[in-house]
């Protein structure tokens, strides 16, 4: 499927395409590319949901993504599905209710066909951590899609579906995008409801869409964010996302992050880098170098902050309610902790045990309060780049997708993979992984990222980013995945 959800919505509001029809051809590529491992499951009411759809436009409702199949990840909530977060601790958890923001989509026209696979609880950068079988890269089956949300950006990346949903909280959103060669979008905190999407850092995580296509990803971003009466922490501020496509760069000002280029980056993601700066440049914007020094203390302080939340968020997975319960157990202790010790992956039980540590008494103020204040001096770097520039550059990721199995021994340089990605959710402030070019190792090409950063409440201005350079590029880097 390589028409994007504006063209498909199109085709099907002038008649010349069925919703039904739509929904089985995404089920086709579904299985026709099931060795990626994308999904976890796809919904068995989809046929009659495009019928719904089709009813709805007979009956004269406007509805801008008509028919448009997608995918979404398997921690949103979406009724009648189930909702694994690639975890054996909720492998039989049936939602009751839909997440906002997929209801929205629902609203709007979209036909869910697919739960996608992500890293257990959304922990993790490569998609690997998850209890239904690892993710593979479309570009080069022998690596990583990226993660967590490796499921949602394979999907589209690979043509399955034109746009999907994902969740980011230190970049899971943003480095499989760039890892896959589509757009990905972390919003500022708050300006797409969190309800319904199952916790794992709650300060920290956002719901954001992939696309093949500017437009769409504006489309998407129009439908989805907005006041939410179900989540506190949702903004008032209404989306105006199509109306900044037509927006140009000209006089905008970039800033080039410093401590993102200073070492570790491959050549090609150094080249792309260069080649998306010197591209805004000839459409007018200007470009310069900005130093953000908490950069380099970034991964630390997420590390810290998100571990913490997770521990807590996830006391609620204890057997009793709604997750594995282990056969058995005669006493409340033994039956919590025998299912919380089958129930839970490797990682998941890492970062359990890191966070409960961190916030522990004696460790407390070594760990959690340190990185809290780490995280305000994130906040004002970002402040004072601000008080400069329209929008920051840095990498996506310091490298293309990495091999299955490279770093799942070393935990510590998986976390360090997240270096560009992390500050951004520590700040609250939006960010966009913009497909910029390939690069060429051991004979296999693969999609490269840049990443722009806006001030918080400055998402539309990002769109107005990814639109011109795609424009001016002529969309070349923006081509579906090799099918085999
Ligand atoms: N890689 C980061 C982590 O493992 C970010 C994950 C995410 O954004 N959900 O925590």
Same mark, same amino acid.
């Given at each position: 499927m390589s028409a994007s959800a504006s063209q498909l919505a199109q085709l099907v509001l002038q008649g010349q395409r069925q919703p039904s029809d739509l929904v089985e051809e995404a089920f086709q590529q579904i299985s026709l590319q099931a060795h990626l491992g994308a999904l976890i499951s796809t919904v068995e009411g989809a046929p009659e949901q495009a019928q719904l759809v089709a009813k709805r436009l007979r009956a004269g409702v406007s509805l801008p993504l008509a028919g448009v199949p997608v995918v979404v990840k398997d921690n949103l909530n979406v009724k009648g599905t189930r909702t694994t977060c690639g975890s054996r601790a909720l492998e039989n958890y049936h939602s009751p209710y839909t997440a906002t923001a997929v209801q929205r989509l629902i609203e709007a026209g979209a036909v869910v066909v697919g739960k996608a696979n992500m890293d257990e609880f959304a922990m993790g950068s490569s998609s690997e951590n998850s209890a239904f079988g690892v993710v593979r890269n479309p570009w080069d089956h022998t690596r990583v899609p990226g993660g967590s949300s490796g499921g949602s950006a394979v999907a589209v990346a690979a043509g399955m579906v034109p746009v999907a949903l994902g969740s980011d909280t230190g970049g899971s959103v943003r480095q499989p995008a760039a890892f896959n060669g589509v757009y990905g979008f972390k919003p500022t905190y708050g300006r797409v409801s969190r309800y319904g999407l199952v916790a794992y850092a709650s300060s920290l995580d956002q719901i954001g869409p992939f696309a093949r296509s500017a437009e769409d990803l504006a489309l998407l971003m129009d439908v989805i964010s907005g006041p939410d009466a179900r989540d506190a922490t949702s903004l008032e501020t209404l989306p105006a996302f199509r109306a900044a496509l037509t927006r140009e760069v000209r006089g905008m000002k970039f800033g080039l992050v410093r401590e993102a280029l200073e070492g570790g980056n491959t050549p090609g993601v150094r080249a792309a880098v260069e080649q998306i700066c010197t591209l805004l440049e000839s459409l007018g914007a200007s470009v310069a170098e900005v130093g953000l020094p908490t950069l380099h203390y970034g991964v630390a302080a997420y590390y810290l902050i998100a571990t913490p939340e997770a521990s807590s968020n996830l006391a609620?997975?204890? $057997?009793?309610?709604y997750s594995h319960r282990a056969a058995g157990q005669t006493d409340v202790n033994s039956s919590m902790s025998s299912s919380r010790g089958a129930a839970f992956g490797p990682e998941v039980k890492r970062r359990i045990l890191m966070g409960t540590y961190a916030l522990s008494s004696g460790y407390y103020d070594a760990f959690y309060a340190k990185a809290m204040k780490v995280r305000r001096l994130v906040a004002d770097d970002f402040a004072r780049a601000f008080g400069h520039f329209d929008a920051l550059i840095t #990498?996506?990721? #310091?490298?293309?997708a990495f091999r299955l199995g490279e770093k799942t021994h070393d935990p510590l340089s998986m976390y360090a993979a997240d270096i560009d990605t992390v500050m951004v959710n520590l700040a609250g402030v939006p960010a966009l992984s913009i497909p910029a070019g390939y690069e060429t190792l051991e004979g296999r090409e693969l999609p490269v990222g840049v990443q722009f950063i806006a001030p918080a409440? $400055?998402?539309e201005r990002l769109v107005t980013i990814a639109k011109a350079i795609e424009d001016a590029t002529n969309k070349a880097y923006l081509r579906l995945a090799p099918q085999n």
């Open positions: 609620r997975y204890d $057997g009793m309610v #990498p996506t990721s #310091p490298f293309p409440l $400055g998402d």
